[in-house]
């Protein structure tokens, strides 16, 4: 199983400006999965990275997977309003084993856009 | 909609007591995960369901239990409630059970105990 560290824990940015969320493993991950929570919400699943050096584009939204699967990141370009949310990052979580594939989630990055 | 069900949407109870919250997955999903979110937490893994038999299970108290029933839709028992408990429950639904599917949360149940 997997442990992802997200950073940072917040940010708070101004409409406009840029924001980028790294998420780490110390190990080397199968694939990577994002989601983004809206206050108030739920997650909501974004993307999943699989390949090594995997670089995925939802409009504003940049998702990287490193070179060795152990870490990756979502960029966004000049953040809106909608933008404000908690940002997730999760992997193969501990408890997954045979017959069962379970998600371990980061802390996340809350996202404040100051419009 | 994101096609999963929860009910309650909000519950209050004392502490000592018991109560029950239900998880309906999208259909065609066999999958159903329950997750605890606290704020110094996170999403916490509880439970994996999948097609009526458990297959994870994660850091889930004792006085926690789960199940899934044929038609697939999902329970979690929460006994003895503590303050502590109070929290954010939320399942998730996933069409398959041993690769890497994303997934569907519901809504919650905001569980507040008193």
């Known amino acids: 199983g997997q442990q992802v560290m997200q950073i940072p824990q917040y940010q708070h940015v101004q409409e406009g400006e840029d924001f980028t969320t790294y998420c780490n493993s110390s190990?080397?991950?199968?694939?990577i999965q994002w989601y983004k929570q809206r206050p108030g919400g739920h997650p909501v699943f974004l993307i999943q990275l699989v390949k090594s050096g995997e670089v995925k584009k939802q409009k504003r939204l940049t998702f990287q997977f490193g070179e060795a699967k152990k870490n990756s990141s979502l960029h966004i370009t000049a953040t809106q309003t909608t933008d404000v949310g908690t940002y997730f990052c999760a992997a193969r979580g501990a408890y997954s084993g045979a017959g069962s594939y379970q998600l371990t989630f980061g802390k996340g990055t809350k996202l404040s856009v100051i419009p | 909609d994101s096609g999963v069900t929860q009910t309650p949407k909000h519950l209050i109870t004392a502490t000592g007591q018991r109560v029950t919250l239900r998880c309906s997955p999208r259909?065609?999903?066999?999958?159903v995960y329950w997750y605890q979110q606290s704020l110094d937490q996170g999403l916490q893994f509880l439970i994996h369901y999948y097609n009526g038999e458990e297959r994870a299970k994660g850091n889930i108290l004792e006085r926690f239990s789960a199940q899934q029933f044929p038609d697939l839709h999902s329970e979690l028992n929460l006994s003895s409630l503590e303050l502590g408990d109070s929290a954010l429950y939320f399942c998730a639904s996933s069409v398959g059970q041993g690769k890497s599917y994303g997934y569907t949360f519901g809504s919650g149940t905001r569980l507040t105990v008193v």
């Open positions: 190990t080397t991950l199968s694939n």
């Open positions: 259909s065609g999903d066999l999958s």
